[in-house]
């Protein structure tokens, strides 16, 4: 019986078949941590861009409101007494910045706004208002049950409150407000402001605290911060003001020296506090995961100009991040708009 030949492959034929096995293997390796790394890239940024995008926008919005409904009265709340504390104070202040311990620190501001909608400015007293007697104003309209009002007199003296009934006016467009506190007495010279429903009146301080964005209703006692956004790792603000009174912002002004920082410009008068315009806010959010391809730390820079000399750039910051995450700089600028439409002589 005549055999068949045998066939197969020799071990100079294996060896190279496995070297070129080796060889696809290693590439497919690369070409697969490349496109592990350009993912990493862009999953991170797109996390700290989603948080810085979706930060930015909640604060703006809350700082355009600022002001709103106590900036029609702001030259009567002006004469209401310091209370030392942006919680209790009935003083006309849209927003309070409190600086970082550090340039570099994150810092932390009040925004601070009524809701009325159908009462403007404060309505004048009819008559005097006793100890233990309801409030009678001259308005037919705007006052209703479980609204915030502050009553302000002539002399300086305020009280806050809430409406608990608010009878239909008379025949002089006259109501009567009962309110929960009757212990203060106002002259007939008082006037009253409603703020609006009391459960929406804002008082929200807001802060950065161990990458975590965060509200904090300074109106409810007893409240805790809400935390509103992760990997938010810096904070930055700084007043618009119009030094000169002419209408016009001039320059910008951290808060962590006189005029000013929180206690003085809780005591300010009324034209200083009409000196800032706008506030200016920046961000820096961080990516969601670790990346150890980023080796050099973050340099960023904050309310940069385009001057070559940057000492001559207003309120400029910078600093530098660890390595290994990916982060977004956010920043804008937010005009006090009720402050600057209702500011009046």
């Known amino acids: 019986m005549k055999r068949s030949p045998q066939s197969g492959s020799s071990l100079a034929e294996a060896l190279a078949g496995l070297l070129v096995g080796l060889a696809v293997t290693i590439v497919v390796l690369e070409v697969f941590a490349g496109t592990e790394a350009i993912k990493r890239n862009a999953v991170g940024l797109a996390d700290a861009q989603q948080a810085g995008a979706t930060s930015l ?13 106590i900036a029609p009265a702001a030259h009567e709340l002006a004469t209401c007494p310091d209370s030392g504390d942006i919680a209790t104070t009935l003083r006309p202040i849209p927003v309070l910045i409190t600086a970082g311990r550090a340039a570099d620190a994150p810092d932390a501001f009040v925004v601070n706004y009524g809701v009325g909608t159908a009462l403007a400015t404060p309505a004048p007293f ?3 208002a006793p100890t233990g007697s ?9 006052f209703a049950a479980g609204d915030a009002i502050v009553a302000i007199g002539p002399d300086g003296h305020c009280a806050a409150g809430t409406a608990v009934a608010v009878s239909s006016p008379d025949a002089d467009g006259v109501v009567e407000i009962v309110r929960t506190d009757a212990s203060d007495a106002f002259p007939a010279a008082a006037v009253l402001l409603d703020l609006g429903p009391k459960g929406r009146v804002a008082r929200l301080r807001y802060d950065v605290v161990d990458g975590a964005l965060r509200s904090l209703d300074l109106a409810t006692p007893g409240a805790t911060p ?7 790792v810096a904070m930055k603000l700084q007043y618009g003001i119009d030094s000169d009174d002419d209408g016009f912002l001039d320059n910008w002004f951290a808060a962590s020296a006189a005029p000013w920082d929180p206690p003085t410009v809780l005591a300010a ?14 961000l820096i959010a961080r990516s969601e995961t670790f990346d150890g391809g980023v080796t050099s730390p973050f340099h960023w820079v904050l309310f940069d100009c385009p001057e070559q000399d940057k000492a001559r750039c207003p309120g400029r910051l910078s600093g530098a991040l660890p390595a290994n995450w990916r982060y977004r700089v956010y920043e804008t600028v937010i005009p006090l708009r009720n402050a600057i439409w209702n500011a009046r002589p």
């Open 57 to 69: 926008f909640t604060l703006a919005v809350e700082l355009a409101n600022a002001g709103h409904g």
């Open 126 to 128: 009819a008559t005097a």
């Open 134 to 142: 309801a409030y009678r104003v001259a308005a037919p309209t705007g």
């Open 226 to 232: 809400n935390p509103l956004a992760s990997n938010i």
């Open 269 to 282: 008068p009324a034209a200083t506090l009409a000196r800032i315009k706008a506030v200016r806010l920046g």
